[in-house]
């Protein structure tokens, strides 16, 4: 019997206290257990890492480990601490919002196994604190699948819902951008790095996470910031390449209608909390 690759589970935090009980129950869960579950706390000044401290002692058998990154702010180090902690074969990223679904690290192992050529995988995503999450990660599916045969060479990695070989961090590692700056997307630019180093990135539809939409709830300048990133992060490598921008297209489409939606929302329902408290299974998308 050929045994399954063991799975790590990386989660940067920076003061996450009101989601990342959830996020850790949900990894957690799963129909096959990953071997260890590694927070990684950016200088939190709430109450993240007692939460976390909690968990692992009510779960002492889950493998949470809490790490402290203090020697600088920003995700791209607080990342490649929990990357360079882990010990397992394959290396999951997901964020302090996540709810990855209870077969996550089933969809994980077997989409690896199944296609030994790569090096890295995103799955989509759903919206817990969307309505029409069905519809929603049908929709997520849709453009992920558009914009891989469009980005060509350079397909992204998301790093909401991701996942890496060990040996494809260990050969880019020290090549990686540390963007101090904070003005890429890390995980674009870790996606960059392995296709220059010829390591190809694939798409799982099966391994889903639910997210959470407050991205939407920023300013338009800070937003425009955010979907900026991208070609940010292209020109700071040199590539120009329309098709890879694919996704900044979509982004800056949906956002005026969504965010008027959510304010709205948020106006008529102010005492609901902005993430859910449990993020139930949806169909994963047909091949």
């Not at 790095?193 to 799982?204: C, D, I, S």
């Amino acid at each position: 019997m050929t045994t399954r690759p063991s799975v790590s589970i990386v989660i940067p935090a920076y003061n996450e206290e009101l989601t990342i009980r959830q996020c850790l129950v949900a990894a957690i869960e799963q129909t096959e257990p990953v071997e260890e579950i590694i927070v990684v706390d950016n200088k939190s000044t709430d109450g993240t890492r007692g939460v976390v401290e909690a968990m692992m002692a009510a779960f002492p058998d889950a493998g949470i480990r809490l790490v402290a990154q203090d020697a600088e702010q920003g995700i791209t180090p607080t990342r490649n601490a929990g990357f360079d902690a882990a010990t397992s074969d394959l290396l999951g990223r997901i964020d302090s919002d996540s709810m990855v679904q209870a077969d996550w690290a089933e969809q994980v192992r077997d989409a690896f196994v199944v296609a030994p050529e790569v090096a890295a995988i995103s799955g989509p995503v759903d919206y817990y604190d969307m309505p029409m999450r069905a519809f929603g990660l049908h929709a997520d599916d849709s453009v992920r699948r558009a914009t891989k045969l469009l980005a060509g060479k350079y397909v992204f990695l998301f790093g909401s819902n991701m996942a890496l070989r060990a040996t494809a961090w260990a050969a880019v590692r020290d090549s990686v951008c540390p963007d101090r700056e904070d003005l890429m997307h890390e995980d674009l630019d870790l996606s960059v790095h392995l296709a220059l180093q010829g390591l190809k990135v694939g798409y799982a539809p099966a391994m889903i996470a639910a997210i959470s939409a407050r991205r939407l709830d920023t300013a338009p300048r800070d937003y425009l910031f955010y979907v900026e990133r991208f070609e940010r992060t292209y020109r700071a490598h040199g590539i120009h390449d329309v098709g890879a921008l694919a996704p900044m297209a979509v982004l800056i489409g949906i956002y005026p209608a969504l965010h008027l939606q959510r304010a709205i929302d948020h106006r008529l329902h102010p005492d609901e909390q902005s993430f859910a408290t449990t993020a139930a299974p949806v169909e994963a998308p047909k091949d």
